[in-house]
């Protein structure tokens, strides 16, 4: 299992989507610890007041039945003295009688802890239980009496149900005779209030438990749609991707079997047929001398005339596949060069402008901007019809500009007459991998094609100092 997730290695794509979906489930997780905490809160205070409302109203029946208690004998306590054995007699035989429901009866103790009357536990009776503690150790005699002494109230505690002799809670109203010595009440047994605030308290577990799972729900579905849409996206970027890739490879192989073209086409119209001219005049030359005629010397010289050709054009060739003024003397003599021969070619007039920066620009942005201005003139030549042409290279505070312009007919009507649009296709791509821009303006009175590349590449003025003192001259 350890060697199998070793080997798990999430996509750039996938750690993209983890990372924006990460976020969203700490924000899930909070809002549902948040929704939760406050839900319980709410619940937790309803529960309170409803335990508490339930509570006082058995308090409230309580002393309804002793204040109903008290009415049924009142006239003979409130008329017989302290001693009166017969009055005490009459009383508890009245409240010996007086139960209600399944488990209500009333209670008598006198002060001292001995039970006087208990009609649902009659084994109570004449027994002393001062002493009496509940499971929880509530001393409930002595509570009771103590209430009484004080005038009347309430106790809370556990007592056994007359019913199953199970303890259970309860709550009990108790008043004094303070002239019997008497502690006079009644409990009512509250477990039912019990369950129903267990009840309430379970039932709003079980509604958190539903608001996580409604969470949960609408989480899984929203990450659900996150993965899927980027999964979605992910394939058809990708596909774009590859489908761009197999243009540009192909673009790339049309390229490279165009330069190949026409190298080839210019050793076989060039050189190839100076060669065989040269070979021409040695054979001559070499017949002449056989037979002593004085032409042999002139006609050496025409071979060696035509090798001085082959050399040329071999030097051109090499110029026009990779110029060495570029890594020797830097972008503006290059192009400058590059100028000069197309005017040479073409009898177009060329303008050359530059300013100097010291040979600042990386290898890579002299490349480019050589390729674009060489591409430029290939365009002019082939398709503006142009008399004119300006080029202009200078740095500045953005970073450098190659801009040329022409006066010929326009890219609007060249693309009109045929196919083209591969040469600024090229040159668009080639400013992009500098993080430059490359803007064309045309019209029927010329074209402007601008390129700029960004200050970030050229180098430091301490790098360009290094490149010079390593002999290469100024851009």
């Not at 008290?70 to 009245?94: C, L, S, T």
């Not at 774009?240 to 076989?268: N, P």
């Not at 192009?335 to 050359?352: I, M, P, Q, R, Y």
Request: neutral net charge; hydrophobic residues 40%.
């Amino acid at each position: 299992m350890l060697t199998w997730l070793r080997n798990i290695r999430p996509t750039y794509g996938q750690k993209v989507s983890l990372l924006a979906t990460l976020p969203l489930i700490i924000a899930v997780a909070a809002i549902s610890v948040l929704v939760a905490n406050q839900s319980r809160t709410s619940a937790e205070r309803e529960i309170r007041a409803l335990e508490t409302q339930l509570i006082e109203a058995k308090k409230a029946e309580l002393h309804n039945y002793v204040t109903q208690a008290k009415n049924g004998f009142y006239y003979i306590y409130g008329n017989a003295p302290p001693d009166d054995e017969e009055a005490k007699q009459q009383v508890m035989q009245i409240l010996a009688a007086m139960i209600y429901g399944d488990e209500g009866f009333f209670f008598v103790y006198d002060y001292d802890g001995t039970n006087l009357v208990s009609p649902r536990q009659t084994d109570f009776i004449n027994n002393n239980w001062i002493d009496l503690a509940d499971s929880q150790g509530t001393l409930v005699v002595q509570e009771l009496i103590q209430t009484a002494k004080q005038g009347a109230g309430y106790v809370e505690h556990l007592w056994p149900k007359p019913s199953t002799g199970e303890e259970a809670l309860m709550v009990s109203y108790v008043t004094g005779f303070q002239s019997w010595r008497w502690a006079f009440g009644t409990g009512v047994f509250i477990d039912d209030v019990v369950e129903s605030v267990a009840a309430a308290r379970a039932d709003v577990e079980r509604r958190v438990q539903r608001t996580f799972y409604y969470i949960g729900g609408i989480t899984f579905a929203a990450l659900f749609l996150v993965f899927g849409s980027g999964l979605f996206l992910n394939i058809r970027e990708r596909r774009l991707a590859d489908a761009k890739l197999k243009e540009l490879t192909q673009r790339v192989f049309d390229a490279q079997e165009e330069e190949r073209g026409r190298v080839a086409r210019e050793l076989h119209d060039g050189i190839s047929q100076i060669i065989v001219g040269v070979r021409y005049a040695m054979e001559n030359a070499k017949r002449r001398f056989a037979k002593g005629d004085p032409r042999a010397e002139e006609t050496l010289d025409k071979g060696i005339e035509n090798l001085t050709l082959a050399a040329n054009e071999v030097r051109r060739i090499s110029r026009d596949l990779r110029p060495g003024a570029l890594d020797d003397l830097g972008l503006g003599p290059a192009v400058k060069s590059l100028a000069e021969d197309f005017a040479h070619c073409t009898g177009v007039k060329v303008t050359f402008e530059t300013a100097v920066f010291r040979n600042r620009l990386e290898q890579d942005t002299k490349i480019a901007l050589y390729r674009i201005a060489q591409e430029a003139l290939t365009n002019i030549e082939r398709h503006a019809g142009a008399t004119k042409v300006s080029i202009d290279i200078r740095g500045h505070r953005k970073g450098a500009t190659l801009r040329i312009s022409d006066n010929g007919t326009g890219i609007d009507k060249v693309k009109k007459s045929g196919p083209g649009g591969l040469g600024l296709r090229n040159m668009q791509e080639r400013i992009e991998q500098l993080d430059g821009q490359l803007r064309i303006t045309s019209t029927s009175r010329g074209t402007t094609i601008e390129a700029l590349v960004p200050l970030s590449r050229l180098l430091s003025p301490d790098d360009g100092a290094k490149q010079v003192s390593y002999g290469k001259a100024a851009e």
